[in-house]
């Protein structure tokens, strides 16, 4: 009854609160807004309804007072704390309470077993690579952390690549000279000059947030010789709760200057999140490996909320919600957002023996070549 009346009353007049004057108003466009953009409510266990009975009269109580605002904060969190979306978090701009971010997802992966900080596998991988290996940082910057790349060759006839995130194909473009560039130089020109002593391929993916989607077929392309459908994403239409635009095929395009026939071996791990877990489903599509951890669960791309009709939006000047612009499932109709993608031979991180200079899940990969 609240829902229906909710959205028949009180919604038609929601355009007057795009700045929105108090916690009532933030309150209602902020339950609006995500009623009609969030992109999981087919599948996600929130009783969105119930939250709007249950919250609405606790905001209505709120003033303009730094406890209200850190209340406000308090009540935000848990109303989300059950979503599914991998993406989903809250930053708040009001100078009080500036500093308090809500990422739901974080918070639960910090309470699994085994998690783990992330960590930087480069220095341990070297180890391993033949002389001449390509590396280094490039000049893009992410969240205060600048792209990094490492390629190069193990017992002369493994190709190895890794990079931190996503933003390969423009510091490829970029006229700066950056390393980022010339790992992929190298890299390009093995994957065009594959013979028969190539065992196969390593696309370490492990510490890998994500990134450019435009990367998906710039990098994935070349690794694959047809194009491949390997899942099916839909968007909403932005007016209503299970208003959603028909299914649309995601397709990994190959490009024809190379013609990749190797076994590829995907490593990831807990962090391996958003466009690495793309990468792994549409390249294990394939029949190519994947050995690692469980990934994070963020398979919804995020894109600009100006295109798209569903994903994040802010609440007048008061908060930015980031989340999900389409829902993702496999070819198989699988759904992985939360859960991740489980590895087809599981490898555990093994902190130990990485700080011995070891690296168990490479090594687990080298030994499938052999």
Known sequence: MVYFFFNSCKHDGLSDYENP???????????????????????????????YAKYKPLFDRLDDS???????VGYFKEITGSLIDGHFNILFHDKVIRDSVIFPSINRKNKIAGFHDRYNYDDVVKNYLDAGFFGGK?????????INSLAGTINKNILYFHCNFFALKKSYQLNDGNKVQEALAFFFSKL??????????ILDLRNNTGGNIEDLNFIGGKLI???????????????????YFPWIEAKLKSDPQYNVNVPIIILGDIFSASLSETFIIALRSKNNLFIGEQTYGATGPVSDSSI?????????????????????????????????????????FNYKRLSEGKDTQLELAISRFN
């Open 225 to 243: 010789n047809r194009d491949t459908v390997f899942g099916f994403s839909r968007s909403k239409n932005g007016i209503e709760k299970y208003g």
């Open 192 to 201: 065009k000059n594959i013979n028969g002593q190539t065992k196969g391929i």
């Open 308 to 348: 798209f009709n569903s994903g994040s939006f802010d609440v007048g000047d008061f908060l930015t919600v980031t989340s999900s612009s389409v829902e993702f499932i496999g070819a198989n109709g699988e759904f992985y957002e939360s859960k991740g993608i489980t590895p087809d031979i599981i490898s555990p």
């Open 21 to 51: 004057r108090n916690f009532n108003e933030i309150f209602e466009l902020f339950w609006y807004k995500l009623n009609n953009r969030y992109v999981y409510w087919d599948k996600d266990p929130t009783n969105w309804d119930m939250v």
């Open 66 to 72: 730094d406890v209200s605002k850190r209340k406000a």
């Open 138 to 146: 490039g000049s893009i910057n992410i969240n205060g952390e600048l």
